[in-house]
């Protein structure tokens, strides 16, 4: 069965590094999402891409965040200067329709970790 | 996506036995829900889902219930396995994009 894979599956950083987490989503899909989950808390939606542009942000995603679908294949998160509370898991999921007609395939996360 | 340290309502069964694990939802616009099941070290994995124009809705040994007075979801697990341990989550969206709103999670535990 295709599954959405994530790379690492953990990452340390320093305060104020720049990190880059990648997904592969599934490839015939369409919309890419990314989602986070702090310790403790509920999964949180971040952001919803789809043609090459974010159709959806929340309030989570700030400047310091970005996404970028640089290839046919991948699908990054990347923030810019992580903080001590940017410290969660990080969800990627596709969908091959728009949330509301289908399901979402979520990968197994990185789990993000700012000293 | 381990919840260490995640104070989660749980819900211990008896192998074999049925599970009912509950869901309040609190946007009435909500049109689209979901329960995904979340296993020690992976990502929420879709179980069943249901529109707002049903009530109920059956799968392989799960039913969805919605009652939208309430705004109350249930999933219901038929014969319950070991294999069933995991943190249930709901989802609603509200069909006026793509984001998805997940509920606090309950933790299923089977006892063989």
């Known amino acids: 069965e295709p599954e959405v894979t994530q790379t690492p599956s953990h990452q340390v950083t320093q305060m104020g590094q720049e990190v880059i987490l990648r997904c592969v989503p599934i490839s015939n899909h369409l919309y890419f999402y990314w989602y986070r989950q702090i310790l403790g808390q509920k999964v949180e939606f971040l952001v919803s891409f789809y043609n090459n542009e974010i159709s959806e942000k929340s309030e989570i995603f700030d400047d310091q965040f970005s996404v970028e679908r640089p290839d046919g294949s991948n699908f990054t998160l990347k923030i810019r200067s992580t903080k001590l509370e940017d410290s969660a898991m990080y969800f990627c999921?596709?969908?091959?329709?728009?949330?509301?007609?289908?399901?979402?395939?979520f990968g197994s996360g990185t789990q993000l970790s700012v000293l | 996506g381990e919840n260490v340290g995640l104070h989660l309502p749980t819900l211990s069964v008896q192998e074999g036995d049925n599970s009912i694990i509950n869901c309040a939802y609190s946007n009435s616009a909500s049109d689209y829900f979901i329960w995904y099941k979340q296993e020690s070290g992976k990502g929420p994995q879709f179980i069943i889902d249901?529109?707002?124009?049903?009530d109920k809705r059956q799968g392989q040994r799960v039913t969805v219930l919605l009652n939208k007075t309430v705004k109350h979801l249930s999933l219901q697990i038929a014969a319950t396995q070991p294999g069933d341990s995991a943190v249930y989550f709901c989802?609603?969206?509200?069909?006026?994009?793509?984001?998805?709103?997940f509920g606090g999670g309950t933790r299923l535990m089977v006892k063989p």
């Open positions: 989802a609603e969206n509200n069909n006026a994009g793509n984001m998805l709103t």
């Open positions: 249901i529109r707002s124009n049903m």
């Open positions: 999921a596709s969908s091959p329709d728009r949330g509301g007609n289908e399901k979402l395939f």
